[in-house]
């Protein structure tokens, strides 16, 4: 099982991303993906994730993202996507995507314990 995670960068305040999660290895048919990040000194921190679902996927996003991140999934691609828009300095983390057995395709939860599997990290800074 492998999750690559891809698409970080600096960018200035106001700016976009779109970081990218491709997974394969899978023998599990359903599983959630999510979006954790780690700011230097900081304890790790769910930002969003999305349901097995292969139409109209289940979306859950932290407080502190929503309306300006958005989370989508191309099956065929096995890639989930993370849209950032608007970032701000407070974004500078280190983005992680994990991936753990959906038991109901209509929901997530960024909890880390519910992830099994994680990718390696992408670096988004936010320049002032």
């Known amino acids: 099982v492998q999750l690559q995670a891809s698409g970080g960068g600096l960018v200035q305040s106001g700016g976009s991303l779109r970081l990218s999660c491709a997974a394969s290895?899978?023998?599990?048919?359903?599983?959630?993906i999510g979006w954790f990040r780690q700011a230097p000194g900081k304890e790790r921190e769910g930002v969003s994730c999305?349901?097995?679902?292969?139409?109209?996927?289940?979306?859950y996003y932290a407080d502190s993202v929503k309306d300006r991140f958005t989370i989508s999934r191309d099956t065929a691609k096995n890639t989930v996507y993370l849209q950032m828009e608007g970032l701000k300095p407070e974004d500078t983390s280190v983005y992680y995507c994990?991936?753990?057995?959906?038991?109901?395709?209509?929901?997530?939860?960024?909890?880390?314990?519910?992830?099994?599997?994680w990718g390696q990290g992408t670096q988004v800074t936010v320049s002032s």
């Open positions: 290895g899978f023998t599990e048919e359903h599983y959630s």
């Open positions: 994990a991936a753990g057995v959906s038991y109901d395709p209509n929901f997530c939860v960024v909890i880390e314990y519910s992830y099994a599997y």
């Open positions: 999305i349901g097995s679902s292969s139409r109209n996927a289940y979306t």
